[in-house]
């Protein structure tokens, strides 16, 4: 009886079967798990700062500087847009506490995203009269963005600002 019913099942189940089946199975696993960690890596980065004890001894000093600025009054009016060729364009205009242009040797301004280091872009920014600049950042993707905005004259920073702008 035992030999008619491994004589209908064909070959028997040997160790080497078993062994390369184990291997396989295992080799199955460990290449899903590593595409996964490609894809999460790649996609994801995870890191805001290169070092969060070092940010956080200069938070304090950070913080008051930003109180000092805050209480010159400057004021920061900005308009974002993005074109459906991925060009984003900024219109910015910057006043001291009395409405008169800041006068600020070095303005920069950035569009930053959230976790994706990758995907930041700089305005390249020119004068475009009475206190206005303009300028553009190319290949500016969809989603939320981070403004960035800093003046600085003769290398002390004047203005600073961030704010969460969302681009259609």
């Known amino acids: 009886m035992m030999q008619d019913a491994q004589a209908r099942r ?82 910015l205009t910057l006043r001291d506490a009395g409405g008169r242009p800041l006068a600020a040797s070095d303005v920069a301004a950035r569009l930053v995203r959230p976790l994706e280091p990758r995907a930041d872009r700089s305005f390249v920014l020119a004068a475009a009269g009475e206190g206005r600049l303009a300028g553009t950042a190319a290949d500016v993707a969809r989603g939320a963005y981070d403004l960035v905005i800093e003046a600085r004259d003769g290398g002390r920073l004047v203005f600073r600002s961030r704010d969460r702008v969302i681009l259609p």
Request: proline content about 2%; cysteine-free.
């Open 10 to 91: 064909g070959r028997p189940l040997t160790g080497r079967a078993v062994l390369a089946m184990m291997v396989g199975f295992f080799t199955v696993i460990a290449s899903v798990n590593a595409v996964m960690i490609a894809l999460a890596v790649d996609t994801l980065p995870g890191t805001v700062t290169d070092s969060a004890y070092r940010s956080s001894q200069r938070f304090n000093a950070e913080l008051a500087a930003a109180r000092m600025r805050a209480a010159g009054g400057t004021r920061a009016g900005a308009h974002v847009e993005r074109a459906a060729d991925g060009e984003a364009r900024l219109d």
